[in-house]
């Protein structure tokens, strides 16, 4: 995220390091969930939605692919509007085109060596 830019987090005192870098201000739960452009709802559906599709779509997620289903839900979540579900399509297939990886690097077992 580039300096400068908004960020509207819970109360949580982690983000308390963030006043150089960042504007923010703060939603405290305890009191309310939100004044007006200040709330946390829009991240809090993003991981609702990813925990569901890890949970739910997905078989089996190993921790070594987690960043991939990040990219996947962001890319869904940063295209939701303005692009139907073929657009949607498009601008992934021409995101992969020539792009290739291995079953090894896939699977996560590049520093394996195989015998045959």
Not at 52 to 57: E, N, V, Y
Request: charged share 30%; aromatic share 14%; proline share 2%.
């Amino acid at each position: 995220m580039e300096c400068g830019a908004t960020l509207y987090p819970d109360s949580y005192s982690g983000y308390d390091g963030l006043n150089d870098e960042y504007f923010h201000e703060l939603v405290n739960h305890a009191e309310t969930y939100g004044r007006g452009k200040v709330h946390t709802n829009g991240l809090e559906n993003f991981w609702s939605l990813l925990k569901r599709g890890l949970r739910g779509t997905y078989v089996s997620v190993e921790p070594f692919h987690l960043f991939r289903y990040l990219d996947e839900q962001s890319f869904r979540d940063n295209n939701r509007t303005d692009m139907e579900d073929s657009d949607r399509f498009h601008a992934l297939l021409k995101k992969v085109t020539g792009e290739r990886i291995t079953y090894t690097k896939l699977t996560g077992k590049e520093s394996e060596t195989t015998a045959f």
